[in-house]
């Protein structure tokens, strides 16, 4: 299964050494054409490390204590419109094409994004196609993931109202410019029932879809928001994996 994420029209952002030779951010990230999980671990590090957003700083230092249980390649070879990143046959690729990967702060977006599909998308997949080879416990978390999607989804549509399928239709046709506000796009984007992956990775990976998650209680603790619930089921479904998640 494909996962894209869309493109973030940002700012370009480049820095000059002491020489004044202007460093692209892909050289400080080392991002590479063609790589390992050797060099995916070293780009995680390298936005822990020159990251000058703290919450991507926090995700890749989380990241980096887990990577001996990650198994992916990496490529730039990718190339379509509208589009910073996808994973597909275990590989995080990264459009270099787009604007917001000539950024910092969105090139490190986009790579925490699909790494994190690495993390989460192979056991999502067997909860649907293979479940008697998981356990109890991560067949309960992958459940409770799914009830929390389904309250995220109803409450988007009410939000959004016609909008809704105005707006995802312009996902599916990949016309992302149809879409004024970033906002927008991802609320509706995570809101995909098919898309289980994709809800995931962006309420790991996106503060802008945490923020949507902590306004939305959850009608079976309603003292808390669907964030700290999120937040509850994904480290125990990390634990059940074998992480040591506290």
Avoid: C
Avoid at 61 to 72: G, I, W, Y
């Amino acid at each position: 299964l494909e996962t894209r994420y869309p493109e973030n029209k940002d700012v370009s952002d480049t820095f000059e050494n002491p020489e004044h030779k202007e460093i692209q951010v892909r050289d400080i990230l080392g991002i590479v054409d063609s790589g390992n999980i050797e060099n995916v671990k070293t780009i995680i590090n390298n936005i822990a490390t020159y990251s000058d957003d703290t919450f991507q700083q926090v995700l890749a230092k989380e990241f980096n204590k887990h990577m001996d249980k990650l198994s992916v390649n990496f490529s730039t070879n990718l190339h379509k419109e509208n589009t910073a990143g996808s994973f597909w046959n275990n590989t995080v690729y990264v459009n270099m094409d787009v604007d917001v990967n000539k950024s910092l702060s969105g090139l490190s977006q986009t790579v925490l994004h699909e790494v994190t599909h690495g993390f989460v998308n192979n056991i999502l997949e067997q909860y649907e196609t293979n479940p008697s080879s998981l356990s109890g416990d991560t067949k309960k978390a992958v459940a409770d993931l799914k009830r929390l999607q389904s309250i995220y989804i109803s409450r988007t549509k009410d939000k959004f109202g016609d909008r809704f399928n105005e707006i995802s239709k312009a996902i599916k046709d990949v016309k992302y410019e149809l879409i004024k506000n970033r906002g927008d796009l991802l609320e509706v984007y995570a809101a995909n029932p098919d898309k289980l992956q994709e809800f995931t990775a962006l309420a790991i990976s996106n503060p802008e879809i945490q923020k949507v998650l902590n306004e939305i209680n959850d009608p079976n603790a309603k003292e808390r928001g669907l964030l700290d619930r999120f937040v509850d089921i994904v480290q125990n479904l990390l634990n059940s994996l074998g992480f040591d998640i506290k």
